[in-house]
């Protein structure tokens, strides 16, 4: 801390001007010298591209697409695929990446599984058998609906039946089909289930193909 009374060095002294000698010694002789346009024209040329010290640290490095083999940049290192669609085709397989892109996103049949019919088909079933598994005879809990005649089946069918329609550019026509196609909503055709009662019928995931023969 300065004494009260103290006079600083710079009071009193005028706004140092660039090419006067600075009353401080060496802080004045900044400002003075500067480089050639020779000398500038060869610093640039120096730190061009991959030749500038600042290019590494900022580069966003290049990847190879584990699925598609398709180039990408990432900043992450643990990234490996170039975008969501080729994650869901490794865990899915080859066949589901070169689907429509509009099929990946909403599916006829999930279109059909969501929609307000197919809720109070489900409902109307579980009200029926009393909220109770027909197996073991459990009360409420998590039920499932479960076809007898399969699902897919039923669904098979019902493309066969319009064919004059395209699956992929008359899925809105389709949809109004389906509500007046009766075996989608056949209540006889559906029995609850719970969850594990459920995955050990026949039919249920990957079993459908050894069932196709008897429909």
């Known amino acids: 801390m300065f004494k ?8 009193g002294l005028k706004e140092w001007n660039s090419g006067e000698k600075h009353p401080r010694g060496m802080l004045g002789k900044v ?31 290049v990847k190879i697409c584990n699925f598609c083999g398709k180039e990408f940049r990432s900043r992450e290192r643990v990234r490996k695929f170039c975008s969501k669609l080729c994650v869901d085709a490794s865990r899915r397989g080859k066949h589901f990446y070169l689907k429509p892109k509009n099929q990946l996103i909403s599916s006829l049949v999930e279109r059909i599984r969501k929609s307000i019919e197919y809720k ?20 409420s809990g998590v039920l499932h609906p479960h076809h007898i005649k399969p699902f897919s089946v039923i669904f098979r069918e019902f493309l066969f ?55």
């Not at 009260?4 to 009071?11: Q, T």
């Not at 699956?167 to 969850?195: E, P």
């Open 120 to 139: 109070e088909w489900r409902r109307k079933i579980f009200e029926r058998d009393n909220y109770t598994c027909r197996e073991c005879f459990k009360r």
């Open 31 to 61: 400002g003075i010298y500067h480089h050639t346009d020779k000398t500038k024209e060869r610093l640039s040329i120096l730190k061009m591209g991959d030749k500038n010290p600042n290019y590494k640290k900022y580069r966003v490095p």
């Open 161 to 215: 039946q319009y064919n004059q329609f395209s699956y992929f550019d008359d899925k809105d026509v389709l949809l109004r089909l389906s509500f007046n196609y009766k075996d989608f909503w056949n209540i006889d055709n559906g029995i609850t289930l719970c969850k594990k009662c459920h995955k050990e019928t026949k039919t249920y995931g990957g079993g459908l193909k050894i069932c196709l023969e008897k429909f």
């Open 4 to 11: 009260i009374g103290h006079i600083p060095w710079n009071k």
